[in-house]
C-alpha cells in the first residue's frame, strides 16, 4: 500500500523544548519534503531531501534541521521550539526526476506553547 | 517568481451544485505543470488533478474537471453534484523544478511544488 506515515499526529511543546517529528513512506521514494501549512500562508517548504545523506534548504529552513539515514524515513528536528513554530507540519514523496505528484502525509499539528 | 493565487479563501454551496474555484499563476516556465490537492478534514492532502501547460486536453478526474486558460495564467477547478464529503480545503499548486548540479553538470532534476493560499469549502446538505 503506498502511503507516507506522519508520528506523532498531534504534539504539545514547551518553548525551548526539543521537538523530532518522523516521517516514513513504503514506496522507496528517492524525494522526500518537509513543509509547513499555516493560515493565510498556505504550504511552505522547509526542507527537501534527494535521497540518503542529500538534503537541501527550501524556502523557510530557519529554525529547523533534518536527518535523512535510510531512503524510507526523514525526520525534520527543531532544536529549541519556539512559539512561531506552532504549526502543521506534512511530509511529502515523490519518485524519480521531473514534475510530478506528491504523495503527502496526514499532517503533524504541533503546538509550541 | 513563481507564484499562486487563490482569491476566494472560502466558499459555501448546497449538496448537489457545481462549484468554480479560481487559481491564476505567475511563472516564467515555457513549459508548466499545476496541480489540484484537497486538505481533508481528517489531515490528509489528496492529489485531485494535474495540467501540463502543453496539453489542450481537457483534464478530467471523476466529479473533478479543470479550466485552464493558459494565456490568462488561469486554471479552474470544478466540481460537479457536490456532496458533502467534498467540504474541506482546495490547494491549487505550481511545479517549479529545481536542478542539481555538480562540478558544472546537471546531476538531477527534481523540484517543488509551489501552493496557493487555498480555499475552504463548506458544502451543506
Known amino acids: 500500500d503506498m502511503k507516507v506515515t506522519q508520528m506523532p499526529r498531534y504534539l504539545i511543546k514547551r518553548m525551548g523544548e526539543n521537538v523530532l517529528l518522523e516521517c516514513g513512506q513504503d514506496?522507496?521514494?528517492?524525494?522526500m519534503y518537509w513543509y509547513r501549512q499555516d493560515p493565510g500562508l498556505g504550504l511552505q517548504l522547509i526542507y527537501i531531501?534527494?535521497?540518503?545523506?542529500?538534503?537541501s534548504e527550501g524556502d523557510i529552513p530557519k529554525g529547523y534541521r533534518v536527518s535523512r539515514k535510510k531512503r524510507e524515513h526523514f525526520s525534520l528536528i527543531l532544536d529549541s521550539a519556539k512559539t512561531n513554530q506552532t504549526s502543521v507540519y506534512f511530509c511529502?514523496?515523490?519518485?524519480?526526476?521531473?514534475?510530478?505528484?506528491?504523495?503527502f502525509g496526514e499532517g503533524s499539528k504541533l503546538t509550541v506553547l | 517568481a513563481e507564484k499562486v493565487i487563490q482569491v476566494w479563501s472560502t466558499a459555501s454551496r448546497q449538496e448537489g451544485e457545481e462549484l468554480t474555484l479560481d487559481c491564476s499563476y505567475e511563472?516564467?516556465?515555457?513549459?508548466?505543470?499545476l496541480f489540484w490537492y484537497k486538505h481533508l478534514l481528517s489531515g490528509e492532502m489528496v492529489f485531485l488533478i494535474r495540467q501540463t501547460s502543453s496539453s489542450t486536453a481537457k483534464e478530467r478526474s471523476g466529479r473533478y474537471s479543470v479550466v485552464f486558460q493558459k494565456s490568462l495564467k488561469s486554471i479552474s477547478l470544478i466540481i460537479s453534484a457536490l456532496q458533502p464529503d467534498d467540504s474541506g480545503k482546495y490547494f491549487c499548486?505550481?511545479?517549479?523544478?529545481?536542478?542539481?548540479?555538480?562540478?558544472?553538470?546537471?546531476?538531477?532534476?527534481?523540484?517543488?511544488?509551489?501552493f496557493g493560499l487555498g480555499t475552504t469549502l463548506q458544502v451543506q446538505p
Open positions: 499548486a505550481l511545479w517549479e523544478p529545481i536542478w542539481q548540479i555538480s562540478e558544472g553538470y546537471i546531476t538531477g532534476n527534481t523540484g517543488k511544488l509551489i
Open positions: 514506496m522507496s521514494h528517492e524525494t
Open positions: 511529502a514523496s515523490r519518485p524519480g526526476q521531473g514534475p510530478g505528484q506528491l504523495y
Open positions: 531531501s534527494y535521497d540518503v545523506d542529500s538534503n
Open positions: 511563472t516564467s516556465q515555457v513549459l508548466y505543470h
